[in-house]
């Protein structure tokens, strides 16, 4: 990825971690962490621990999930139910805290979540949801849909962030604006247009999922690349891609006369 630009807009750490991977497979990465978590408190926490306690599936969908449950739960062999998990990257969260799910959505998208529970599910399973408070509403569907008796328990919300070093990458950027921008979700994706506005000119809009890739569309009104996984070597394979199609356009052979520097 030697000389190909990447803003990574992703909430700590995940921002930093990426745009470290990205850096040791040569490119330049910027970080942009455009959102922070704010936990959320519970008016009825007893209530919503007696939901988890007595939940046949508490249902994580993100990374931050298992954190929220063991600030709610604090002792997790209170959990006796099944788990279930958006995709990988939450599972990995979970396994962390010595929490293996015994589902894990495939893709791991809201939509591959809520087909995964419309399988598994019967009527009548009690079913806790810890997510986010903006938190799609499709896998939520779909368990009352198989029958499932739901309750949705909002743990945290994602808030804007200011990031203190902006002026002097928006200063880089009037130079060499980025090849592409990699965006972690919508939310990460409407960050970006709340604080930024458009996109640089040629600037690729890189998407984590296809929820992710459509707001994308949405806001950038630009051809948008997914990634083939919900991973760093998704995000790489989509990378090398663009690093391909950038020195070719570069090239003699091509028929332009430079390519973008």
Known sequence: LRGLQVAVCRPMPEAARTARFLEGRGADAFSLPLLD?????FREREEAVRALEEADWTVLTSPRGPGALRRLLRDLRRLRGRLAALGPGTAGACEALGLVP??????????????????????????????????SSLPVE?????????????????????????????????????HAAAFGSAATAEAWKAALGDLPPGTVPVAWGRVCAA?????????????????????????EELAVDRHHDASPDSGEEGGRA
Not at 106 to 135: I, K, M, Y
């Open 142 to 178: 779909a368990a009352r849909k198989a029958g499932a008796s739901v309750t949705c328990l909002s743990a945290y919300r994602m808030v804007p962030r200011e990031i203190p070093w902006m002026d002097l990458i928006r200063e880089h950027w009037d130079a060499a604006p980025p």
């Open 37 to 41: 978590l704010e936990p959320l408190e």
């Open 102 to 135: 015994d589902l894990v959505a495939d893709p791991p998208d809201s939509e591959g979540l809520a087909s995964a529970l419309g399988r598994t599910l019967r009527p009548g399973d009690r079913v806790a949801f810890l997510r986010n408070e903006r938190a």
């Open 215 to 239: 707001a994308c569309e949405d806001l950038f009104r630009r051809p948008v690349r997914t990634l083939p996984s919900p991973d760093l070597e998704g995000l790489a394979a989509i990378l």
